[in-house]
């Protein structure tokens, strides 16, 4: 279900967040569904506890989980399949941005751009 690449230059518990994220994004996690405890997650994944519970954290922080003491930590209603896309697409959309910058593209070429992206859709 999650994957890690250790040799990716993005911190594992980042990877557990966009992997949790794209999971919900393309429905296989739903509203409600239970998630691996921090320590079950961990050992499956093979980290330290710490990691699991830092994404666990920060998916709970943007809303995407919820956690009850006693029963663990649970896939949240409040993200719908649209939400999660939407986030996933901004991330990849930054990640982009942040490319064309450094080979060279301005700001100003950027927004010209997305323009004309944004205006042919309109049409």
Request: hydrophobic share 35%; charged share 25%.
């Amino acid at each position: 279900m999650i994957t890690i690449n250790f040799q990716s230059r993005t911190p594992v518990y980042q990877q557990i967040y966009d992997d949790i994220v794209r999971l919900a994004s393309l429905g296989v996690l739903k509203a409600n569904d239970k998630l691996p405890p921090v320590r079950t997650l961990a050992v499956e994944l093979g980290v330290n506890p710490n990691t699991i519970s830092k994404a666990y954290k920060m998916l709970e922080g943007d809303g995407v989980i919820y956690s009850t003491v006693g029963r663990g930590s649970f896939i949240s209603d409040k993200l719908s399949q649209t939400e999660a896309i939407k986030k996933e697409e901004i991330k990849k959309f930054k990640t982009a941005t942040i490319e064309a910058y450094k080979k060279g593209l301005s700001g100003e070429d950027m927004i010209n751009v997305i323009e004309d992206v944004v205006g042919k859709g309109n049409k």
